[in-house]
């Protein structure tokens, strides 16, 4: 929906709400009128059910809206004497139409200085459940975000079992697309495994000012741009729409930004003509090939190498290992039972249809790619035969155009067109776990609309996670550590569990005193 389209429906909303409210303010001593004018009429509705001016704001927050509203339309009722679980459930499971009843076939009597503490213990524990949903989602969605790492795309940096916080405030929080949508959860209701959200209505894109730009080789969290995946724990179904922020979240780093020039040269990126220098606890991983002399490898091979991958047996004395780090491969040509050791590098002959933009007229692979160059908003990039498809899918599907190309030149919305002028910004995504990421290489640009923040610190880690309860080993050297950074990851856990013990002393010293005054 665009944005005339929202204020039409909230302009229905608002005759909605006013045609089955109006008695209720005259009963509450105020002028009907008051219950058809926008934004006012919240405002005035505040003042009859005794609660603070800032729910207003709360009801036009994308996401704690739904709430509130559930939350504003039982306590309307309760400003007229329905206090009963009956009278709860009615309005709640009617969308608030119930109050057309009270307000048209009942004798309202207004309650004026009722009492806002609940009736009973029960009442007492809901409303706190409803106002801590009510806060951890305006945190979730504004301000900071928990995130799983269930991939070794990023190994070394990010392992599998981190669990992150990712900040939405860096890059500028984007509001909710989705209207309606389970709080706190993504595109799946855990357990039930069922949709979280109502694909209708559509709010219009919009994101908070940010506070820092994403710079080349930050870690992004982002929505995958082709996830067609109705439910993530279930891909059977891969041709389902899902709006752009229930698209499944990715983790990658952003290794061209916009304006950059991209290509891949035997594995390596390289960026306007100069090899990546990626930061200090980034590490590239490699599929490489030893040959063995017959000697035994060692036990501990794999850990001592950080072989997280695993490794695959190629021949009598050959073995694959599908990730390991050049530093590591350093070493291992002096160990003495490996003859030889060969870095895997797809040929520059190699065509993968597979890689972007997937139609195979380049004779690209996933180690030999490029030169793309990747838009910034405001760029004019002038549209030809060679660099049409590789362009196509962000100017269809990320800026809403058609764009066809005949009798030798493109037609864009119908016209024919030599340039196309790019309306945000675009970023190249790619893992440092070379061989086993799937990242830009296979959908090409990721645009700004679909980035969801930057992540901050690794609160758990747990070795083995996908593996069953039983194999879980926490990982403690890298609890409470930060994700950027120089040298080795430094844990605050001890900190954080001082913090703690100082709060819990502190919060019973207070509470001891407030007994003996």
Known sequence: MNIQQWFILFLIAQLIHGLGTWKMYVAAGRKPWEAFVPVYNAYVLTKIINRSWWWVLLLFVPMINVIMFGVVWVETARSFGKYTKTHTFLTLVTLGFYLYYLNYATDLKYEENRSLKARTATGD???????????????????????????????????????????????????????????????????????????????????????QDIKRNDIVVFNWPVDTVRYFRDQSNIHAYKPLDKKSNYVKRAVGIPGDSLSIQDGYVYINGQKEQLPERARLQFSYV?????????????????????????????IQIHALTEAYAAQLKSHPAIANITRLVADTTLTESSIFPNNGKFNWNRDQFGTVYIPKAGDEIQLNRRNFSIYRYAIEAYENNTLTWQDGQAVLNGKPASSYTFKQDYYWMMGDNRHNSEDSRYWGFVPFDHVVGKPVFVWMSIEGITQGFSNWKPRWNRFFTTVSGSGEPVSYFKYFLIAIGLWFVISKLIRRKQKKA
């Open 290 to 318: 030893i040959e063995t002399n017959g000697q035994p490898l060692g036990s501990n091979f794999f850990e001592r190498y950080e072989i997280s991958d695993g490794a695959s047996r190629i021949g009598q004395n050959q």
């Open 125 to 211: 524990l809901i409303s706190a459940i409803v106002f801590a949903v009510v806060a951890a989602t305006l945190i979730h969605t504004y301000v900071m975000q928990p995130f799983t790492i269930p991939t070794s795309s990023l190994e070394k940096t990010l392992l599998v079992g981190d669990f992150l916080l990712v900040s939405k405030m860096h890059y500028g929080a984007r509001t909710p697309t989705t209207a309606v949508s389970f709080p706190m959860v993504h595109d799946t209701i855990p357990f039930f495994k069922v949709k979280s959200y109502l694909s209708w209505p559509q709010l219009p894109y919009f994101r908070l000012p940010g506070f």
